[in-house]
């Protein structure tokens, strides 16, 4: 048998210390707000550069020029495989009849998918730019779709919003498009 | 009725199991009395009880009752029998019954079988026991009840998806259950030695199967996982540090730690309060473990819901049985002294070493699976991955395997470096060699320190049985050996795919031939196939290696129309010297088809090592087995020749 | 070990499809650099970025359509010459250290290289007093 005491005393609670700032961590997890989603670090960035060819007949494409030229606008990201975004739609075509300019940037998508899409749900958009290898999704740290940027009238990204706009949102958005104006 | 037994079943095993705390505590106070008398039969009555329940939910899955809301969930009536059984764990209310069951037939075991510790010992421990199944009881009972009737029974059962059938995936739960609650029976046994403070010999020797048992599985579990993700991910990766992942290696990296200083405890009564406390980390790993799993909580974006109410009970559950454990180690460990004294050079020194090292990696584990969860905490979100993980563990990991490769040469409590110079010399040399060549081929450092420490440890791990007369070798000198290899065996399969592996995405039509590596593959055709569940369009590649024999390989992109979904099914060319891997990606423009082909040497040594491992630990666990029999044999008949002389 | 499982079928199930758009994948998705030493570089990179859309995968072991167009910007900047850490600093850039599996050291993240060297010390307390007690007694 041996004779020496193995560890001074406060060392035998160091390791319930670590479980209860376990548990208080995990505590935190379980109840957080749910933000499961990537927001974009570009905010209060500008813009990159990039040209778009058009992506339906009867929108031009857009460039980042189109982005500043003085006037704040949206920009949606969306694509006419992604459910969502036509759920969204009216919530566009109503901020569109504010007289709210809309640009907008197809992500992986055929002419004439984007065009069956308009047809369909509306088409709020002045511009749309064609992402075929998302160049400008990557740029601006949009991680999917839909997703909504405010743009002030120097091209500078003001705000992110991710995924569908839906009516309780609009405000919001509305207010956040004034602040880009000042 | 049998929804009924089974209920009823359950709730007798959850009273029995308040009566074996009650009378197992009581019996432990001055005024105890009788009462620990009943305690033993109890946990048997218990054990029996909870099985019977579990087998009345696998007859209802098996007869697909619809009136039962668990079966109308989780079931279908026209799945395959197997899968209906299968079906009995394969959801959250049945896996935690299934839990408990393996629990109360363990408690049962050890209540019929244990004889070697103290009585008061051995009632601590059971009621330990009955402690930590109590809240797995009241969690089933309260808020899980898997017997649930619906008001009127539903029409058919909604679970049908076919990509739940898969025999990997059906039968993996029981095992790694085993594994979990076998550590559950180590941190009991480390309890009642708190309890009564006869942290010793005997303890250790009680507690050593246990620990071993729940070991294999786990490696087992952990092995077969690797495997499945290897091949059913079809990007030829076998580990990823994934939280889940994690999730099942703290446990294992807790329970080989504890083997080890179990073995130290056993041979040389020494690292007492160091080996109660594993046992507690242990079983703490395997409920964080499964908590971290079960909540969702690590889980990242488009994730799983987070389930905090679910979430809230298994962490109360471990906040009770953990916190208490430690409480209690806190109180009573200043009193359990470390033990005999033994040199730095030395078995013992060795397995220190060993054992710190393994709880550094697992410290490790644990800080970068949690780290973002603290960050997120602290309002911002990282990633915490392989960059991570692989260099920093391995700061520990290889002079661990260094020392690995030399301890076992060490004798017990005193040793010199100096005696088995002459042994170690061929290993060091290798170790060397290997670095050396490595350095030469431009591999990275990690996967060079792999390859040279494996080709050390492989000859090293055999070095105990040199001069020996291999019969009369012990089977656990010979599991120690095996698994020692296993490790080399394993380490030689990962370092050799980090190093070694040829990569070729290409896009072919018909008639093109690739090479990867020594491997030249032709695409013959495209044609499609049809499956009880799903059409796919299958690849049929000729593959020579070297220009030698052709044999075929079918890759195939998978379409399952209910639910609808896509897989593609990778295609395994297997050698002795490494594995071809073959995935039919998409079609391409004009009439090509997008093929990913990787040549990995060396990679199924993965998991082949990770089987020898695992058989290491059996046939360590049979020896020990074997001894413990031989010694109840000898003192049943001792007894007896007492009896008759008393007589 | 289950929800290992789940985890992966979701992310299996939730992969929108190739099919659902109609583009061929960016020109360096799927294929590869001619020059081994760059595609080496580049694949290297790939797998310490995370897939943005899955759970838990790099954007080498992704089927994601946007982990493709990951993969591609990668590939067409290393051919360009750019170096590696530059592109993980342009993407960390634009979705902060999430989408980067090699946690840089900030005043958020040193911990995870503090308690490391914090262990390691540790370790060599624990080692120093186990074996240096029992030495010569």
Not at chain 2, 103 to 116: D, I, N, Y
Not at chain 2, 512 to 534: C, K, M, S
Request: glycine fraction near 10%.
């Amino acid at each position: 048998m041996s004779d020496q005491k193995p560890t001074s005393r406060w060392t035998l609670w160091l390791p319930l210390a670590l479980f209860l700032g376990f548990v208080a961590l995990v505590l935190f997890g379980l109840y957080r707000p749910a933000d499961r989603e990537v927001a974009s670090t570009m905010i209060g960035k500008p813009l990159p550069e990039f040209t778009l060819r058009a992506a339906a007949p009867d929108r031009p494409g857009l460039t980042r020029a189109d982005l500043a030229d003085g006037q704040p606008r949206l920009l949606n990201i969306f694509a006419s495989w992604c459910v969502p975004c036509a759920v969204e739609a009216p919530q566009l075509a109503a901020l569109k009849a504010e007289g709210i300019d809309i640009a907008g940037v197809a992500i992986r998508d055929r002419p004439e998918d984007v065009a069956a899409f308009l047809a369909r749900h509306g088409n709020p958009f002045s511009r749309i730019g064609a992402d075929d290898r998302s160049i400008v999704q990557l740029g601006i740290g949009s991680s999917g779709v839909p997703e909504t940027f405010v743009i002030d009238g120097k091209g500078t990204i003001r705000y992110q919003h991710i995924g569908e706009i839906r009516p309780e949102h609009i405000a919001l958005l509305r207010e956040k498009l004034k602040e880009a104006t000042q | 009725m049998i929804a009924e037994f089974g209920l009823a079943a359950l709730w007798l095993a959850a009273a029995l199991a308040a009566l074996q705390l009650i009378a197992g505590a009581l019996a432990l106070t001055p005024r105890g009395g009788t009462l620990g008398g009943i305690v033993r039969p109890v946990a048997m009555v218990q054990g029996v009880l909870v099985a019977l329940s579990f087998a009345a939910l696998v007859v209802l899955f098996a007869q697909t009752d619809l009136s039962v809301e668990l079966v109308a969930k989780n079931s279908h009536s026209m799945k395959p029998l197997i899968y209906k059984i299968s079906g009995t764990w394969g959801n959250h209310e049945g896996s935690m019954l299934l839990w408990v069951m393996i629990m109360g037939l363990s408690g049962c075991f050890v209540a019929a079988v244990e004889r070697r510790l103290p009585e008061l010992t051995m009632l601590a421990t059971l009621a330990g026991q009955a402690f930590v199944s109590l809240g797995f009881y009241a969690f089933l009972l309260l808020s899980s009840n898997p017997f649930t009737r619906l008001p009127s029974p539903a029409i058919e059962g909604a679970g049908l998806n076919p990509l739940l059938q898969d025999p990997g995936l059906a039968f993996h739960p029981p095992p790694l259950y085993i594994g979990y609650v076998g550590l559950s029976v180590a941190f009991s046994f480390a309890i009642g030695a708190l309890v009564t403070r006869e942290v010793g010999p005997a303890f250790a020797r009680a507690m050593r199967p246990w620990v071993l048992g729940a070991w294999i599985f786990l490696t087992l579990g952990i092995t077969a996982g690797s495997y499945w993700a290897y091949y059913e991910l079809g990007w030829g990766g076998w580990w990823f540090w994934d939280p889940v992942e994690n999730a099942s290696l703290m446990p294992w990296l807790a329970a080989t730690a504890l083997l080890h200083s179990v073995s130290v405890l056993a041979a040389r009564n020494a690292l007492r309060a160091w080996t109660v406390m594993l046992g507690v980390v242990a079983f703490s790993m395997s409920m964080v473990g499964t908590f971290l799993v079960r909540s969702g909580i690590l889980t990242s974006v488009h994730a799983f819901a987070v389930d905090p109410e679910r979430g809230s009970f298994i962490l109360g559950l471990l906040a009770l049985n953990i916190g208490g454990a430690l409480v209690l180690f806190g109180l009573r460990a200043a009193s359990v002294t470390e033990g005999e004294r033994f040199s730095a050079a030395s078995r013992e020194g060795a397995l220190v070493f060993n054992n710190v090292m393994l709880s550094a990696i697992l410290g490790i584990v644990l800080v970068g699976t949690l780290y973002p969860l603290l960050a997120e905490a602290l309002g911002a979100k990282v990633s915490v991955g392989p960059p991570y993980f692989n260099p920093v563990s391995a700061i520990f990991a290889v002079p661990m395997l260094m020392v690995l490769a030399v301890g076992p040469l060490l004798r017990w409590r005193r040793d010199s470096l100096a005696r088995i110079r002459p042994l170690i010399a061929i290993p060091a040399v290798l170790l060397l060699g290997v670095l050396i060549w490595a350095g030469s081929q431009a591999v990275g450092l990690l996967p060079a320190l792999g390859l040279a420490l494996s080709a050390a440890l492989g000859v090293a791990s055999l070095l105990p049985l040199k001069g020996r007369k291999l019969r009369q070798v012990k089977l656990p000198v010979w599991g120690m050996v095996t698994a020692h290899f296993g490790i080399a065996v394993a380490l030689l399969g990962m370092a050799s795919d980090a190093a070694f592996t040829t990569e070729r995405l290409v896009a072919v039509q018909p008639g093109d031939t690739v090479e990867v590596g020594p491997w030249q593959v032709q695409l013959q055709r495209i044609e499609p196939v049809a499956g009880p569940n799903w059409t796919a369009l299958r690849g049929d590649l000729a593959v020579s290696y070297k220009g030698g024999a052709v044999a075929e390989l079918h890759p195939a992109a998978r379409t399952f129309w209910a639910p609808p979904n896509e897989t593609n099914e990778a295609a395994l060319k297997t050698r002795w010297n490494g594995q071809l891997y073959a995935v039919l990606g998409q079609e391409t423009s004009g009439g090509r088809w997008q093929l990913r082909l990787w040549w990995k040497p060396f990679v199924p040594m993965i998991w082949y090592g990770g089987i020898l491992i695992a058989l290491g630990g059996l046939l360590a666990l049979l020896g020990r087995l074997a001894s413990d029999l031989k010694r109840l044999v000898a003192r049943d008949k001792i007894a007896y020749r007492r009896s008759r002389q008393g007589r | 070990m289950i929800r290992l499982l789940l985890t992966i079928l979701a992310l299996v199930l939730a992969l929108p499809g190739a099919a659902q758009d109609g583009v061929p994948p960016a020109p360096y998705a799927n294929v590869q650099l001619a020059d081994p030493a760059q595609e080496a570089q580049a694949h290297a990179l790939m797998l310490t970025l995370r897939c943005l859309k899955c759970q838990s995968q790099s954007i080498a072991d992704s089927d994601a359509p946007m982990a493709g167009d990951m993969r591609s910007l990668v590939r067409e900047r290393i051919a360009a010459g750019e170096d590696p850490e530059a592109i993980r600093a342009w993407l960390v850039e634009r979705y902060g250290d999430y989408v980067s599996y090699q946690p840089r050291v900030t005043s958020l993240t040193w911990p995870l290289y503090a308690i490391p060297l914090l262990l390691l010390l540790g370790v060599a307390v624990v080692l120093r007093r186990r074996l240096r007690r029992g030495g010569d007694a």
